[in-house]
């Protein structure tokens, strides 16, 4: 097995997806399920086990997961070790974030890091938000964009770019044709669109537990578009960071409640592992992210 094959397994077994995979890798869906195939002949075992409806590791493929990752580690520090001219600087770096920080915070940090050190490769993973500490605690990602949570994890570092309030929305009209007033609202009775976890599900629980209100959750679902896009569909009341409404195409179908108590509000930034720093890829990144937050 080469280095190339380790990528493209290690990507498959985080989406688990052979399509997302192969689009993400920029392979052809026969040539990944070829690769897969090779490194199961290697192994003499089977990596995934498949249906009509979904993929998941073996245990050999659970093993094999690990390994990868730690090879492509070694793989990315031996290439910045070997990369002592900074203006030479290469190697790859792997960054995590929502479809919201992607295009609202990365765009101007990646653009001075791509204008600094042309040779590094840059690879992006969007989704839900809610996962972007778990994916550094995983090593799955060298750097990812995030909430500051309540106690930041030991042995990570954090740097703060933006605050953005944490607010209640609702749709222009509820499915049954009322229209929300916060001063009328029955907690109790209104259907809630909950975050399935993160930091924006915890701030909420604690604000209907401080009023002493069982809420009467709808769905629950993962990340803040989707809370979004339930809201404008009349479905019913949620919370998100008011930075991810003001990017939203769906922004003129939602009302801003003003709700009291105010929730905290979200201190959105950089993250990434202590020991991240020693590449020389990662703290090039580190460095710029720092300037611009100025």
């Not at 599900?201 to 604690?206: G, I, K, M, Q």
Request: charged letters at 25%.
């Amino acid at each position: 097995m080469d280095i190339h094959e380790l990528i493209v397994f290690k990507h498959l077994s985080g989406s688990l997806h052979f399509g997302r995979t192969s689009q993400a890798c920029n392979i052809t869906p026969s040539a990944l399920t070829r690769t897969i195939q090779r490194l199961e002949g290697e192994i003499g075992k089977k990596l995934f086990i498949r249906d009509n409806r979904s993929v998941s590791l073996t245990q050999a493929g659970e093993r094999l997961r690990i390994y990868a990752g730690e090879a492509i580690k070694q793989w990315r520090q031996l290439q910045s070790d070997l990369s002592t001219d900074e203006e030479n600087l290469k190697g790859e770096i792997s960054l995590y974030s929502s479809v919201t920080a992607a295009y609202s915070i990365l765009p101007q940090i990646l653009s001075k890091y791509r204008e600094n050190y042309p040779q590094i490769h840059i690879s992006l993973q969007t989704g839900d938000a809610a996962n972007a500490i778990t994916k550094l605690q995983n090593r799955e990602v060298d750097v990812t964009i995030a909430a500051l949570p309540e106690k930041l994890p030991a042995k990570l570092e954090f740097i703060n770019i933006l605050d953005t309030p944490l607010i209640f929305i609702a749709p222009k009209h509820f499915q049954d044709g009322s229209k929300p007033a916060p001063s009328s609202i029955k907690w109790e009775q209104t259907p809630i669109i909950m975050a399935e976890r993160g930091l924006g599900r915890e701030r909420l629980s604690s604000w209907f537990k401080n009023k002493r209100i069982r809420p009467n959750i709808y769905a629950q679902v993962a990340g803040n578009e989707a809370i979004i896009a339930m809201v404008s569909l009349g479905c019913g009341i949620g919370v998100v960071p008011r930075l991810v409404l003001e990017k939203s195409p769906l922004m003129d179908q939602i009302d801003i409640l003003d709700v009291s108590p105010k929730l905290t509000p979200f201190s959105v930034g950089v993250c990434t592992a202590r020991k991240n720093m020693r590449n020389p890829v990662v703290k090039a990144f580190w460095d710029i992210a720092a300037r611009e937050a100025g």
